[in-house]
């Protein structure tokens, strides 16, 4: 064990690609609820190398890191670490042979200073202020870091705070660094100077695990790619040796992944469709806060308007103002209008009544009821519409209405008294849009419907939204996958810090055309 | 009878917590009619229904809003101050339903106050509770009632009755917690409000977007167990004739907390039914009656009744693990 650590200490910048791989997996598999997250996956990484992990939501690639961390324990499969077999309990473990996760939310201490986020888990029995601070500004200035050590983390910026979490992560020695989504919530200027950082961090023998969506910073960065795809390790290659179209193939499993909106533009599906349409929902300057800043836009019967941009650009704010789960300011706030009629709910209630439903981005935590099944969570929802008024319950009515939903929406479940959160995300998802749906909407706001379901359902849930809109029911998608933007969208609205910058007609715009409206 | 078992069984063939408190319910039970003559006779299981019917009570006031996901610890502030107003209106000369519409009154204006300052100004129930507790029993003790202990008036019979009186051969207070324990039970298993209270406690931000009225219902769940205390504060003062408002100072409320949460309603919220309620009360009655009966004294008691809260609650855990991914989500 202390051999293991003192052999920690000692960076190898020369040894990358040759000798004994730091990090072995053999056949990990973690089963969630009789559902494989991941089955039979390999995983090598050498020192001083940047493996990149790509894949699918829902292919295994987080599952996969939180195995090496030590968030969860693996089912099955054994980790190798320097050729000895390791199992790791918990995150303390893994941190103490080395291997540190850098997480997509951080998990900084909001409340302490920079540099008692840094030395977190690792206090003397005293802590002097000074010597704490003087050793944080050392350890932040050879990493390059522009951050005080004595502010409060609270304060930082997400981009300041990731930078804190690598600090971290080097402070405690660690030799593997795994990136889950590093560059979501970055700038393009930040972008650049995080790639610069995992570059040196490269050069002093630092191994890295990189986990992203975006292909191209794959492609860029990495030295090898592993792709996974629904839960099975399916290719490792040198990155070299593959191009952006074998990663998507690979990923997809099939050719035809990207080209459907194309072929949607070509049938002349999309263009024009927008004039003829009674507008339904109308947003005039709303304002909350530092969050939404004179957001306007409209809403057509029968259409699909994706609002695409940068997570914390006011989207998924200006969709609970509209359904009444936030308020906006009161003074100043603007102005809403469904059917020409002026709206203002304090409640979400209110909006149900209206017709006005949204579709949360965060199933777990707002979208369902965890202890009931997929009947009862359709039935609570349509009780408490106003097709449900009444006094007693009625078990035919629930037994009607949840085998009808599960069969619309093809939720696939043993039955329709199953609880909801032992289905897949994918089928988790369809019960929050079946509970939506059972209330019988004029207006649907979906949030990044796709987020966390499995690749083989996403297509099953656009044709969902997709049937919505030809039933001639209004629909705005909040999405920040921008093939799925170009997949759905009627129309795109942009959004950047609070407002609508830029609308394209659906089918006319490129991903570069959104990525260059909603960063610049 | 059919949901009686259904709930008993659990909807995975494996033993439900109710089921578990349950078999140890009866087993106590058997062990005591063996080993104490009388035990098993009619007359001391009447008597231990009797003992435990105030509790009862209390407890499915309780159980209504712990499924809603809030906690009541005014609960029996309300009960003694609401009865001892009760009988001093009486004694000042007031006839027995206009008092007893006052007194309910006061309790029902405090359980709204709860449900507002918990809905409305978003205090977490244990201390908005805590705190309405002690302003109900201070204003009641201040203004309401002269001194610590109320007695009905000399020739109150029909309100003695409720408390000593018999229907059918079986005292008021069993009967009064029967029915309260069925009515609970149709109400949170067959109506509406019922579902929503499940919702509610389940996770109430999803219950908020699916469009449950979140705050009027936790103003009711919260108004809805201070009618309840009042009923059993009525019960109480009738069977013994008088009301001791020191009562407040007692462990009762963790008594009944204890009943709710032995039968295997949750405190997260969601969980449980009032057939749990019923088997959690069953299961103290038994234990306290047959340790009376030993002349075990109260601190051991004491120490019976949290070791078979402890067992009941680890036995559940061991029946039923909680996944990783949802064991991580309630830590957060």
Same mark, same amino acid.
């Given at each position: 064990?202390?051999?293991?650590?003192?052999?920690?200490?000692?960076?190898?910048?020369?040894?990358?690609?040759?000798?004994?791989?730091?990090?072995?997996?053999?056949?990990?598999?973690?089963?969630? %609820?009789?559902?494989?997250? =991941?089955? %039979?996956?390999?995983?090598?990484?050498?020192?001083?190398?940047?493996?990149? &992990?790509?894949?699918?939501?829902?292919?295994?690639?987080?599952?996969?890191?939180?195995?090496?961390?030590?968030?969860?324990?693996?089912?099955?499969?054994?980790?190798?670490?320097?050729?000895?077999?390791?199992?790791?309990?918990?995150?303390?473990?893994?941190?103490?042979?080395?291997?540190?996760?850098?997480?997509?939310?951080?998990?900084?201490?909001?409340?302490?200073?920079?540099?008692?986020?840094?030395?977190?888990?690792?206090?003397?029995?005293?802590?002097?202020?000074?010597?704490?601070?003087?050793?944080?500004?050392?350890?932040?200035?050879?990493?390059?870091?522009?951050?005080?050590?004595?502010?409060?983390?609270?304060?930082?910026?997400?981009?300041?705070?990731?930078?804190?979490?690598?600090?971290?992560?080097?402070?405690?020695?660690?030799?593997?660094?795994? +990136?889950?989504?590093?560059?979501?919530?970055?700038?393009?200027?930040?972008?650049?100077?995080?790639?610069?950082?995992?570059?040196?961090?490269?050069?002093?023998?630092?191994?890295?695990?990189?986990?992203?969506?975006?292909?191209?910073?794959?492609?860029?960065?990495?030295?090898?790619?592993?792709?996974?795809?629904?839960?099975?390790?399916?290719?490792?290659?040198?990155?070299?040796?593959?191009?952006?179209?074998?990663?998507?193939?690979?990923?997809?499993?099939?050719?035809?992944?990207?080209?459907?909106?194309?072929?949607?533009?070509?049938?002349?599906?999309?263009?024009?469709?927008?004039?003829?349409?009674?507008?339904?929902?109308?947003?005039?300057?709303?304002?909350?806060?530092?969050?939404?800043?004179?957001?306007?836009?409209?809403?057509?019967?029968?259409?699909?308007?994706?609002?695409?941009?940068?997570?914390?650009?006011?989207?998924?704010?200006?969709?609970? =103002?509209?359904?009444?789960?936030?308020?906006?300011?009161?003074?100043?706030?603007?102005?809403?209008?469904?059917?020409?009629?002026?709206?203002?709910?304090?409640?979400?209630?209110?909006?149900?009544?209206?017709?006005?439903?949204?579709?949360?981005?965060?199933?777990?935590?707002?979208?369902?009821?965890?202890?009931?099944?997929?009947?009862?969570?359709?039935?609570?929802?349509?009780?408490?519409?106003?097709?449900?008024?009444? +006094?007693?319950?009625?078990?035919?009515?629930?037994?009607?209405? %949840?085998?009808?939903?599960?069969?619309? &929406?093809?939720?696939?479940?043993?039955?329709?008294?199953?609880?909801?959160?032992?289905?897949?995300?994918?089928?988790?998802?369809?019960?929050?849009?079946?509970?939506?749906?059972?209330?019988?909407?004029?207006?649907?706001?979906?949030?990044?419907?796709?987020?966390?379901?499995?690749?083989?359902?996403?297509?099953?849930?656009?044709?969902?939204?997709?049937?919505?809109?030809?039933?001639?029911?209004?629909?705005?998608?909040?999405?920040?996958?921008?093939?799925?933007?170009?997949?759905?969208?009627?129309?795109?609205?942009?959004?950047?810090?609070?407002?609508?910058?830029?609308?394209?007609?659906?089918?006319?715009?490129?991903?570069?055309?959104?990525?260059?409206?909603?960063?610049? | 009878?059919?949901?009686?078992?259904?709930?008993?069984?659990?909807?995975?063939?494996?033993?439900?917590?109710?089921?578990?408190?349950?078999?140890?319910?009866?087993?106590?039970?058997?062990?005591?009619?063996?080993?104490?003559?009388?035990?098993?006779?009619?007359?001391?299981?009447?008597?231990?229904? #009797?003992?435990?019917?105030?509790?009862?009570?209390?407890?499915?006031?309780?159980?209504?809003?712990?499924?809603?996901?809030?906690?009541?610890?005014?609960?029996?502030?309300?009960?003694?101050?609401?009865?001892?107003?009760?009988?001093?209106?009486?004694?000042?000369?007031?006839?027995?339903?206009?008092?007893?519409?006052?007194?309910?009154?006061?309790?029902?204006?405090?359980?709204?106050?709860?449900?507002?300052?918990?809905?409305?100004?978003?205090?977490?129930?244990?201390?908005?509770?805590?705190?309405?507790?002690?302003?109900?029993?201070?204003?009641?003790?201040?203004?309401?009632?002269?001194?610590?202990?109320?007695?009905?008036?000399?020739?109150?019979?029909?309100?003695?009755?409720?408390?000593?009186?018999?229907?059918?051969?079986?005292?008021?207070?069993?009967?009064?917690?029967?029915?309260?324990?069925?009515?609970?039970?149709?109400?949170?298993?067959?109506?509406?409000?019922?579902?929503?209270?499940?919702?509610?406690?389940?996770?109430?931000?999803?219950?908020?977007?699916?469009?449950?009225?979140?705050?009027?219902?936790?103003?009711?769940?919260?108004?809805?167990?201070?009618?309840?205390?009042?009923?059993?504060?009525?019960?109480?003062?009738?069977?013994?004739?008088?009301?001791?408002?020191?009562?407040?100072?007692?462990?009762?409320?963790?008594?009944?907390?204890?009943?709710?949460?032995?039968?295997?309603?949750?405190?997260?919220?969601?969980?449980?039914?009032?057939?749990?309620?019923?088997?959690?009360?069953?299961?103290?009655?038994?234990?306290?009656?047959?340790?009376?009966?030993?002349?075990?004294?109260?601190?051991?008691?004491?120490?019976?009744?949290?070791?078979?809260?402890?067992?009941?609650?680890?036995?559940?855990? #061991?029946?039923?693990?909680?996944?990783?991914?949802?064991?991580?989500?309630?830590?957060?």
């Amino acid at each position: 064990m202390n051999a293991l650590a003192n052999e920690a200490d000692a960076p190898k910048p020369d040894a990358s690609n040759i000798g004994e791989p730091l990090i072995k997996v053999i056949g990990a598999t973690k089963i969630y %609820g009789g559902v494989h997250a =991941i089955e %039979g996956v390999d995983f090598d990484l050498y020192p001083g190398e940047i493996h990149a &992990l790509a894949g699918e939501n829902g292919a295994g690639k987080s599952t996969l890191c939180k195995a090496l961390s030590g968030t969860i324990k693996l089912t099955s499969g054994t980790t190798m670490v320097d050729g000895v077999e390791r199992h790791f309990d918990n995150p303390g473990e893994s941190l103490a042979a080395g291997i540190a996760m850098v997480y997509q939310e951080t998990s900084l201490v909001p409340s302490m200073s920079v540099a008692q986020n840094l030395r977190l888990g690792k206090e003397k029995f005293m802590n002097r202020m000074r010597g704490l601070y003087i050793e944080g500004q050392v350890m932040l200035q050879t990493l390059n870091f522009h951050v005080d050590p004595a502010l409060s983390v609270a304060t930082l910026g997400a981009a300041q705070r990731q930078m804190v979490e690598i600090a971290r992560a080097v402070y405690h020695d660690a030799r593997v660094i795994i +990136f889950d989504e590093p560059t979501a919530t970055l700038t393009p200027e930040e972008k650049q100077h995080f790639f610069d950082l995992v570059r040196d961090l490269k050069a002093r023998g630092v191994s890295i695990v990189y986990v992203s969506h975006a292909l191209e910073e794959s492609l860029d960065i990495s030295d090898r790619i592993t792709v996974l795809r629904d839960g099975k390790h399916i290719i490792t290659a040198p990155t070299s040796e593959m191009s952006r179209e074998d990663l998507v193939r690979h990923m997809v499993g099939r050719e035809e992944a990207q080209s459907h909106y194309q072929q949607r533009a070509k049938d002349g599906e999309i263009e024009g469709k927008s004039k003829k349409r009674r507008r339904v929902l109308t947003v005039e300057n709303v304002t909350m806060g530092n969050m939404v800043k004179n957001m306007s836009f409209s809403a057509y019967e029968g259409e699909v308007a994706v609002m695409a941009g940068l997570v914390g650009s006011g989207r998924t704010e200006i969709a609970k =103002i509209i359904c009444g789960a936030y308020k906006r300011n009161l003074f100043h706030g603007g102005r809403i209008f469904l059917d020409g009629e002026a709206i203002r709910y304090r409640v979400p209630k209110q909006a149900i009544d209206d017709g006005i439903v949204y579709i949360t981005e965060d199933r777990k935590i707002e979208g369902f009821l965890e202890t009931m099944s997929i009947k009862d969570n359709i039935y609570l929802s349509w009780l408490a519409s106003k097709l449900g008024r009444g +006094f007693l319950i009625s078990n035919g009515r629930r037994n009607e209405l %949840g085998t009808d939903m599960t069969k619309r &929406l093809e939720v696939r479940a043993p039955s329709a008294d199953v609880k909801v959160n032992e289905l897949s995300g994918g089928n988790q998802q369809k019960v929050v849009v079946g509970k939506s749906l059972v209330q019988k909407p004029k207006v649907v706001i979906f949030d990044e419907p796709t987020r966390g379901v499995d690749v083989g359902s996403i297509p099953e849930i656009h044709q969902i939204i997709r049937n919505l809109a030809d039933e001639g029911v209004t629909v705005i998608v909040i999405s920040s996958y921008l093939p799925e933007v170009l997949t759905l969208a009627d129309r795109i609205l942009v959004a950047r810090q609070g407002r609508v910058v830029e609308e394209f007609v659906g089918g006319q715009a490129t991903e570069e055309e959104i990525m260059y409206a909603a960063v610049h | 009878m059919a949901g009686l078992l259904a709930g008993l069984l659990g909807r995975f063939g494996k033993p439900s917590q109710e089921l578990i408190v349950f078999a140890i319910a009866v087993a106590c039970f058997i062990f005591f009619a063996v080993s104490l003559q009388g035990f098993a006779s009619i007359g001391n299981i009447v008597a231990m229904l #009797r003992s435990i019917a105030i509790l009862g009570i209390l407890s499915t006031g309780m159980a209504v809003v712990v499924i809603g996901r809030g906690l009541d610890l005014s609960q029996v502030s309300v009960m003694a101050i609401s009865a001892a107003w009760t009988l001093t209106l009486m004694n000042g000369g007031m006839t027995l339903f206009p008092a007893m519409a006052l007194g309910l009154l006061f309790a029902l204006a405090i359980g709204v106050l709860n449900g507002w300052i918990i809905a409305f100004i978003e205090i977490p129930p244990l201390f908005a509770t805590l705190a309405t507790g002690l302003v109900c029993f201070g204003v009641g003790r201040w203004l309401l009632i002269d001194s610590v202990h109320a007695y009905p008036p000399k020739g109150a019979d029909d309100f003695l009755f409720i408390g000593q009186g018999h229907l059918v051969g079986i005292p008021m207070p069993i009967i009064i917690f029967i029915v309260a324990a069925v009515f609970v039970h149709w109400m949170l298993s067959r109506t509406v409000v019922g579902r929503h209270i499940f919702g509610l406690g389940d996770n109430m931000l999803a219950a908020r977007l699916m469009g449950v009225a979140v705050r009027p219902l936790i103003i009711f769940s919260y108004a809805f167990s201070a009618f309840i205390a009042f009923i059993a504060g009525l019960t109480m003062a009738s069977s013994v004739a008088s009301m001791n408002t020191e009562v407040i100072n007692s462990t009762l409320v963790f008594d009944v907390l204890l009943v709710v949460v032995l039968g295997g309603i949750s405190l997260s919220g969601g969980r449980g039914s009032i057939v749990s309620v019923v088997v959690g009360a069953c299961l103290i009655g038994i234990l306290l009656n047959g340790m009376t009966i030993l002349n075990v004294n109260s601190d051991a008691q004491n120490i019976a009744k949290s070791v078979v809260l402890l067992a009941a609650i680890v036995i559940d855990r #061991r029946l039923h693990p909680k996944d990783e991914e949802t064991d991580k989500q309630g830590d957060h």
